[in-house]
Nanobody, 113 residues
Framework: VQLVESGGGSVQPGGSLRLSCAASGFTFSSYFMSWYRQAPGKERELVATIGSRGWSTNYAESVKGRFGISRDNAKKMVYLQMSNLKPEDTAVYYC???????WGQGTQVIVSS
């Protein structure tokens, strides 16, 4: 299982970013996918999950209405569209395939004025 995140960066509050995750090494279309994040000094937390076919999504309360998770099974990609970013969204973001123990290197998101 290999997961490679990209798309992070530095933005001002209120800005937007789109994170991408390229997956390989497993039958992507059969697995739920999630985005997690870990802020400095804090535990890793679940941000959003999407069903194997993309029909169902769930979000942490802190990001509802601002973030959107999606996937492209043909390309083996999962995305996280983040809007109206807040300083408390600053973290390293990771994608994760439910059922596997592997993690990618993550992508850093910094929200600061």
């Amino acid at each position: 299982v290999q997961l490679v995140e990209s798309g992070g960066g530095s933005v001002q509050p209120g800005g937007s970013l789109r994170l991408s995750c390229a997956a390989s090494g497993f039958t992507f279309s059969s697995y739920f996918m999630s985005w997690y994040r870990q802020a400095p000094g804090k535990e890793r937390e679940l941000v959003a999950t999407i069903g194997s076919r993309g029909w169902s999504t769930n979000y942490a309360e802190s990001v509802k209405g601002r973030f959107g998770i999606s996937r492209d099974n043909a390309k083996k990609m999962v995305y996280l569209q983040m809007s109206n970013l807040k300083p408390e969204d600053t973290a390293v973001y990771y994608c994760h395939a439910q059922g596997f123990g592997s993690w990618g290197q993550g992508t850093q998101v910094i929200v600061s004025s």
